[in-house]
């Protein structure tokens, strides 16, 4: 065990306090209480330490959001310096800060030149929920404040609150008091489940042109806004046919909709690009932030704004009744420029594109391109899942998918690995610093453990 890690309580002790004061995210509670949740206590770069003195490698980034890995030095001196000059202050009061400052000048030298102001939050879910109110406000500001129906799509996901949940398409979010009036949904472009017949450029134009018929169906003049991840990441990182962006924008364009992108996974360089919509060749109106905005040692996140809509806001708007309390907050701002500094002048972003990212991609589809259990290998960069099917042929899922995927993952922390299951799909996304060696690991560990899911089923 790594010694700056040793346990200071008994693994028994955490876990029974934690059953007496915790709701964790996205499980059944009292099933967890029986079970006993991992300590994790300690990480450095791709590697995770638990309370056991088990190791992991993590092959999810904490949640897509641990880009330059653990331990960072440089992150938390930046946190401290910044702790020990001004801990606290806000953006009200007609005030602002160093920080914040030399942030959004960092950040808008590295997004496209069409994009001008930000509204800091502290999370993603927080920022797509400012996306909301905002894209309204610009269309009242446009004497057009009828349009206020949101789009999004079934199987995406932009948060757990209200109004994220809302847009999201997690069905079972919603029936749970996640749903909200004046917000609409159209299929997600799954080609692997949906595709039928057609061609993966058949399948996306297909997909796509449920935008359309979705607007018509209920009045261009009243759709505000489409809002969609570039791929998707909690939905299972599913990533869309090449014909299905460029059709979206034109749509957009053609009934004059908002185009809103959903960042917070695919942001800072988890494609091998800056931000996902570059890799997929589109242009959207506003960009929702968070994760790697920090790394995820420090909450932030933001709301982008292309020039059009900022300066809509900021000269015929007049007042915006919106704020957060930590909206902009010295601290994340300091690790925030810390971070984006790191991932440019140490070429991170670069090197996912040209070497380490490639070869992630080469090395699932070498090994996992003629899997029994396999059916379709998607991502690039270092995003990537892994399609569980019982018939690659004929593109046949599994009934009882989840419960595969489940224990796949399940195998994958037995052997001190982490990635994800969503549906019958196994994803991960590890910290962008992986060296080929570390990819290694993450490859090899995956073969076990999918190659013990497949034994278990009797296709080993």
Not at 64 to 79: E, V
Not at 114 to 135: D, Q
Not at 399 to 407: C, G, M
Request: aromatic fraction near 10%; include cysteine; charge should be negative.
């Amino acid at each position: 065990m790594n010694a700056q890690f040793q346990a200071k309580r008994e693994t028994s002790d955490y876990q029974a306090a934690d059953a007496a004061h915790h709701i964790h995210a996205f499980l059944d509670q009292k099933a967890l209480n029986a079970e006993g949740p991992r300590v994790i206590v300690g990480g450095e770069r791709l590697h995770l330490w638990d309370n056991d003195g088990k190791r992991y490698l993590d092959g999810m980034s904490g949640l897509w959001c641990t880009n330059l890995g653990y331990g960072r030095k440089d992150l938390a001196a930046a946190a401290t310096q910044q702790l020990e000059q001004l801990p606290y202050y806000n953006m009200f009061f007609h005030t602002t800060h160093p920080a914040v400052v030399e942030l959004s000048e960092l950040l808008f030298s590295l997004l496209p030149g069409h994009y001008s102001h930000a509204i800091y939050t502290n999370s993603g879910s927080e920022a797509n929920e400012v996306l909301i109110r905002t894209v309204r406000r610009f269309w009242q500001i446009q004497g057009k404040p009828e349009k206020k129906i949101m789009i999004g799509r079934w199987n995406g996901y932009h948060g757990s609150t209200l109004g994220a949940t809302a847009l999201g398409g997690m069905k079972f979010m919603h029936e749970m008091g996640g749903m909200l009036p004046d917000i609409a949904h159209i299929d997600e472009p799954y080609f692997f489940a949906n595709g039928g017949d057609l061609t993966p450029a058949e399948f996306g134009l297909r997909a796509a042109r449920q935008l359309e018929e979705k607007i018509l169906e209920l009045g261009a003049d009243k759709v505000a806004a489409f809002v969609a991840e570039p791929f998707q990441g909690a939905g299972g990182m599913i990533f869309p046919p090449e014909s299905y962006w460029p059709e979206i924008q034109r749509i957009c364009r053609k009934y004059d909709v908002l185009l809103c992108a959903d960042e917070v996974i695919g942001g800072f360089g988890r494609t091998g690009e800056w931000f996902a919509h570059e890799y997929f060749g589109f242009e959207p109106d506003t960009l929702s932030i968070a994760k790697g905005l920090t790394s995820g040692y420090i909450p932030m996140g933001g709301l982008i704004l292309s020039k059009r809509m900022a300066e809509a806001l900021v000269e015929q708007g007049g007042v915006f009744a919106h704020g957060l309390t930590y909206s902009g907050h010295p601290v994340a701002a300091a690790v925030a420029i810390a971070n984006l500094k790191a991932l440019r002048d140490e070429g991170v972003v670069a090197q996912v594109k040209n070497d380490t990212g490639p070869y992630l991609q080469q090395c699932l589809r070498e090994v996992f391109g003629n899997h029994p259990l396999v059916g379709d290998i998607q991502g690039t960069g270092f995003v990537a899942a892994l399609q569980l099917a019982e018939d690659k042929a004929t593109r046949k899922r599994f009934a009882n998918e989840n419960d595969i995927a489940w224990r796949c993952r399940t195998i994958g922390f037995e052997e001190g690995l982490i990635i994800r299951s969503t549906l019958g799909r196994m994803i991960m996304a590890p910290a962008l610093v992986a060296t080929r060696a570390e990819i290694d690991e993450l490859v090899g560990k995956t073969r076990i453990a999918v190659d013990r899911t497949a034994q278990e089923l009797g296709l080993l």
